[in-house]
């Protein structure tokens, strides 16, 4: 007999109906929070955890960053206005300019802008939740084939790693690499569990649409990628190349479909792409945002420096020293290599241990995927004679806590033996005095954490090896604390530095400022006898800073400062506020006298009210209510007044666009209202380019100059003189 809603049992059948859907509720929570019930009770509630620390270190005050990195920034805003600008990664919503990268990233910050408006927690959000997820995904690939204890180290070492929380916490395109590079790792290690095509297909169009986020850098974990499938998947060798080749059509296209596109259409019906010297996105794949950051050869960009000092006294590249040991330096150091001498220990262990196991043998095929990601892109930016920036090394944070993980965990289960001891012994203690010396390039910083850090190491190192005198299994347990409290705390204190403090500009830095190095207070060293290097004192016996520094004229081997009192109320070349005749500050600060709301090359524009209100005066009768020189300097009056700025010479003023005489046309047809004076281009070495010059002085001898708040303006709309 059918029982419907009508007859006598209606009421029981629904009671039965609701307690299903109450039994299948309460089972779908309980297993949300007790996990796999293969796993100890612990592992999910620990993962959770994990899980929501990271979310609060990446969430945490968020909106003291404000804007951020104004110059992606002001492009969320133009693509939250503009579907042309979406799809391009146009600058402004007019389409004059695209930003130098391909615009993945942003297509994710434009939807939340979209959604929730355009204001620092929309764009900054999505770069948090990125982290959590990328954090997320490598314990899942870790724990797959390990332990849910290495899976979780793994979790824990990316979240505390400095840079990670630096770059998770800003509008760079190098979270959403991150992320994707991390899901591509995942998909690649279950298309070895069976030797799946489709797995690997899908990795390879995650890496492909990593290129649509930073281009080439995407493709520096294909190598391992690929080569741990063609060694270790359980297929006979003609299949396993069947697959690779399915995989790299399926990464031309997810990386080439988007540059196809821009490349078919008329440059007249485009805007012109950012960062290249011919209006093409193949100048940018393989010059500025390609091989030329390996080779140097980067025409047009920000370079300079070279031989007798440059930045940072190399004679090898404008950018600082290169060479093996260039990730142990004061620049990068405290961002990522806390872990990386135990890493690269521990990953040398780990295929030692495994080198007379099968071919499919999956330990030494995660090893071999994660250690190929870390050496490989660990010897690029070694190496790397092109722009490069510490920040970059966020890519090298889900690589050292994989390796560092499994092969832990592996040791740990052999602690019965002396030379699995020893090895953590030795890797705790090598990595604690490393920690020590970290953190003494930051002397006036928690000075009585390098003894903490030193005493546990040395102690750590000391018990793992008496480790069996040790009966009890909470005596064990104290001991592993100890130890990675002493390798952790560290990074950890890092960590929570960069949290607390906002960060703004193009080059950010994580931690506290460091002697001699990039960031708050340091920068690039100075060579002996030559100059300062990025904002901070000149290296001991080295010259006078700089850039940035105490503004004085930079001396032989580096690059003097802009003088202080000429080119009106402007800041320093790269940011801050101008300094006295003869010594602005070069890369951000303030200056002696002078001083206004002017940015520079890597700090955008902070207008006050009233050019704002200026600007928006009639803003819909023209296309663009002003132009400057370079995008940084047009972000910050963009963001204000949340109308269009046409960005001459693009990002570094360098870009051979618009010339003089598409200037005038613009001009002449009354779609541009004013001219912003003072904006600056360039970078060390590279001045401005002939047009933007040429515009500037055009602009100068044609218009009458006013002061608005300070700033310089020209009424391009105005009778010429």
Not at 52 to 59: G, R, S
Not at 222 to 237: H, I, K, Q, R, T
Not at 511 to 533: E, H, I, L
Not at 536 to 555: K, V, Y
Request: with cysteine; charged share 10%; aromatic share 10%.
């Amino acid at each position: 007999m059918t029982t419907t809603l009508h007859s006598p049992d209606a009421p029981a059948a629904l009671d039965h109906l609701s307690a299903r859907v109450r039994a299948r509720s309460a089972g779908r929570l309980s297993r949300l929070v007790r996990g796999n019930v293969a796993d100890p009770a612990w592992v999910r509630p620990a993962l959770l955890g994990l899980l929501a620390l990271t979310a609060v270190l990446y969430l945490w005050d968020l909106g003291a960053s404000g804007y951020a990195n104004t110059f992606y920034s002001a492009a969320v805003q133009a693509g939250s206005t503009s579907w042309k600008a979406f799809f391009f990664g146009s600058f402004d919503a007019s389409n004059f300019i695209t930003v130098d990268k391909p615009p993945a990233s942003l297509w994710v910050m434009d939807i939340s802008a979209r959604i929730f408006g355009v204001n620092s927690w929309s764009i900054l959000v999505p770069q948090a939740l990125e982290g959590v997820a990328a954090v997320g995904l490598l314990y899942a690939t870790v724990r797959r084939w390990f332990t849910p204890g290495a899976g979780l180290m793994a979790g824990a070492i990316m979240a505390l790693t400095p840079v990670a929380a630096l770059m998770f916490r800003f509008n760079n395109p190098d979270a959403l690499l991150v992320l994707l590079l991390v899901a591509a790792a995942y998909a690649t290690t279950r298309a070895l569990e069976k030797g799946s095509m489709w797995w690997l297909v899908l990795s390879a169009s995650l890496v492909g649409t990593g290129f649509l986020t930073k281009m080439l850098q995407a493709f520096l974990v294909v190598p391992a990628l690929a080569g741990v499938y063609l060694l270790a998947a359980p297929v006979p060798l003609r299949r396993r190349l069947l697959h690779l080749g399915a995989a790299t059509i399926a990464l031309l296209v997810a990386s080439g479909w988007w540059v196809a596109v821009v490349q078919l259409i008329p440059a007249a019906d485009r805007p012109y792409i950012g960062g290249s010297q011919d209006n093409s996105v193949l100048n940018l794949i393989f010059g500025y945002n390609g091989f030329g950051r390996i080779t140097g050869n980067e025409a047009g960009s920000v370079t300079g420096g070279g031989p007798g000092g440059g930045i940072g006294g190399a004679a090898s590249s404008p950018w600082g020293p290169t060479g093996w040991n260039r990730l142990f330096l004061a620049d990068f150091g405290g961002q990522i290599s806390w872990l990386l001498p135990a890493s690269l220990i521990l990953l040398g262990v780990g295929l030692w241990v495994t080198r007379h196991a099968p071919r499919v043998n999956r330990a030494r095929a995660a090893l071999l995927m994660w250690g190929g990601w870390l050496v490989v892109t660990a010897l690029v930016f070694s190496y790397a004679q092109g722009i490069i920036h510490p920040y970059y090394t966020v890519a090298l944070a889900p690589a050292i806590g994989a390796v560092v993980g499994i092969v832990v965990v592996m040791l740990w289960r052999r602690r019965a033996e002396l030379w699995a001891r020893c090895v953590m012994s030795a890797t705790l203690l090598v990595t604690s005095v490393w920690a020590w010396v970290l953190l003494d390039r930051s002397a006036d910083w928690l000075p009585w954490l390098r003894a903490l850090v030193l005493a546990g190491g040395v102690l750590g190192a000391v018990a793992l090896v008496g480790l069996p005198r040790w009966a009890r299994p909470s005596m064990a347990a104290l001991v592993a604390g100890v130890a990675l409290l002493a390798a952790g705390a560290g990074p950890a204190a890092y960590t929570l530095d960069t949290v607390l403090a906002a960060h703004t500009g193009a080059i950010p830095s994580a931690g506290p400022a460091v002697a001699n190095a990039g960031g708050p207070g340091g920068g690039f060293p100075g060579g002996p006898g030559g100059s300062g290097g990025f904002g901070g004192n000149a290296n001991p016996g080295g010259g006078t800073p700089a850039f940035g520094g105490n503004g004085l004229p930079g001396s032989a081997g580096g690059f003097p400062g802009f003088p202080g009192g000429s080119g009106g109320p402007r800041g320093g070349f790269f940011g801050g506020n101008q300094g006295a005749p003869g010594g602005g500050r070069f890369f951000g600060g303030n200056g002696g006298t002078g001083g206004g709301p002017g940015g520079g090359l890597l700090f955008g524009s902070t207008p006050g009210a009233e050019v704002t209100a200026t600007l928006q005066a009639d803003a819909s009768k023209y296309t663009w209510v002003a132009a400057t020189v370079g995008a940084n300097e047009a972000a910050g009056y963009q963001l204000a007044s949340g109308d269009p700025i046409l960005a001459i010479g693009g990002f570094n003023g360098t870009d051979p666009t618009p010339t003089l005489a598409r200037f005038e046309q613009l001009v002449s047809q009354g779609r541009i209202h004013y001219f912003i004076a003072g904006g600056r281009g360039g970078g060390p070495g590279v001045g401005p380019s002939s047009d933007s010059q040429a515009i500037t002085q055009w602009v100068e001898s044609h218009f009458t100059a006013t002061t608005v708040g300070g700033v310089t303006l020209y009424d391009l709309t105005a009778a010429a003189n």
